[in-house]
Nanobody, 123 residues
C-alpha cells in the first residue's frame, strides 16, 4: 500500500508558482509531523517545511516568505505552495512523515517517504 504519493511538480519560470500535493493513507496522515523536503542534483536533501499535528508550522530559512505549507484533513492531503521560484528551488520534492515529536526539518528524523515529484525552474 502506497502511504505517500506526491504530485504537482513540473516546470515553472523564475518568479512563478507551483502547487505540490501529497496524498497520504489515513493512518499515515495522523502522524505527528508532515513535512516537505527537497533535493537538488549533487546536493543533500534538505527540509523545506513541516506541519505539526498541533498546528505548528516551521519553514526552512531559504523558503520562508515564499513557500506555504497547508493540509486538508478531509482529503488526507498535504500541500506546498511554491511562489517566487528561483533556480535554487529546482529539484525533487518529497513529502515525509514522522510519528514522534518534536517536528524537525532533519532528514534523519523521518521514517516514511514518498517517491517525490520533480520541480524545474527556467529563467
Amino acid at each position: 500500500q502506497v502511504q505517500l504519493a506526491e504530485s504537482g511538480g513540473g516546470s515553472a519560470q523564475a518568479g512563478g508558482s507551483l502547487r505540490l500535493s501529497c496524498i497520504a493513507s489515513p493512518v499515515t496522515f495522523t502522524s505527528s509531523c508532515l513535512a516537505w523536503f527537497r533535493q537538488a542534483p549533487e546536493k543533500e536533501r534538505e527540509g523545506v517545511a513541516v506541519y505539526a499535528a498541533n498546528g505548528v508550522i516551521k519553514y526552512g530559512a531559504s523558503v520562508t516568505g515564499r513557500f506555504t505549507i497547508s493540509r486538508d484533513i478531509a482529503k488526507n492531503t498535504l500541500y506546498l505552495d511554491l511562489d517566487s521560484l528561483n533556480s535554487e528551488d529546482a529539484g525533487m520534492y518529497y513529502c515525509a512523515t514522522r510519528k514522534n515529536w518534536p517536528c524537525t526539518l532533519q532528514v534523519r528524523d523521518y521514517d516514511v517517504w514518498g517517491q517525490g515529484t520533480q520541480v524545474t525552474v527556467s529563467s
